[in-house]
């Protein structure tokens, strides 16, 4: 089956420890992103690639880090350097004929303890 | 950059009744504008879209208008069952920097009532 996978579905945190969330996709998706979802306040852009080795802030980047070595993987670092960083996460590919399109994993609940 | 403000935040409705969810978009570049449906515990889904060279598109049960003037566009459900009760989120894509952009509005509960 073809699809967005993320993992872990959740995992717990205490402050001042990085944790590294997996995103892999097997759509043959150009184009990826990473969004964070709190309540009231909808889906906030962290990053989003469209080719291997480049990515692009997005409106919350700050004490996030990415990487896109391979064109299946974007994986996100939610470091110490976060404020706060209780949230769900959110991953999402595209392809480049449709972008905007997005086709979204089932989520990731980080918990600072 | 591009923001996208959405209302209501809220919507109760009787079953059969209509429910329209409104969006404005600041950024005249935007080109594309899809809704999503996220279900309870689950992943936002898209729903359907409408591009900038289009005022209207209709499936089924389902419409969303566009206005690029005004800069605003909505989604529209008639005949709603309680199978449509969940939270919608609004989007608009604007290209940035040879990349395209998905700004998402902060959504809409949709509570369906039988």
């Known amino acids: 089956d073809g699809g967005i996978t993320q993992s872990p579905k959740y995992l717990f945190r205490k402050e001042g420890q990085n944790v590294t969330l997996s995103c892999e996709q097997n759509?043959?998706?150009?184009?990826m992103y990473w969004y964070r979802q709190d309540p009231g306040q909808g889906l906030r852009l962290i990053y989003y690639s469209q080719i291997v080795n480049d990515f692009q802030k997005g409106d919350i980047a700050e004490g996030y880090s990415v990487s896109r070595e391979k064109k299946e993987s974007f994986p996100l670092t939610v470091t110490s350097a976060q404020k706060n960083p209780t949230a769900f996460y959110l991953c999402?590919?595209?392809?480049?004929?449709?972008?905007?399109?997005?086709?979204f994993g089932e989520g990731s609940r980080l918990t600072v303890l | 950059g591009e923001n996208v403000e959405q209302h209501p935040s809220t919507l109760s409705v009787q079953e059969g009744d209509s429910a329209v969810i409104k969006c404005t978009y600041s950024?005249?570049?935007?080109?594309?504008f899809p809704w999503y449906k996220q279900e309870l515990g689950k992943r936002p889904q898209l729903i359907i879209d409408i591009r900038s060279n289009v005022g209207e598109k209709k499936d089924q049960r389902i419409a969303v208008t566009l206005n690029k003037t005004a800069k605003h566009f909505s989604l529209h459900i008639t005949e709603t069952q309680p199978e449509d009760s969940a939270v919608y989120f609004c989007?608009?894509?604007?290209?940035?920097?040879?990349?395209?952009?998905?700004?998402f509005g902060t959504g809409t509960k949709l509570q369906v009532i039988p």
């Open positions: 989007a608009a894509s604007i290209p940035s920097g040879g990349y395209q952009k998905v700004t």
């Open positions: 950024d005249s570049a935007s080109n594309y």
């Open positions: 759509l043959n998706h150009d184009a």
């Open positions: 999402a590919s595209s392809s480049l004929a449709r972008t905007g399109e997005l086709f």
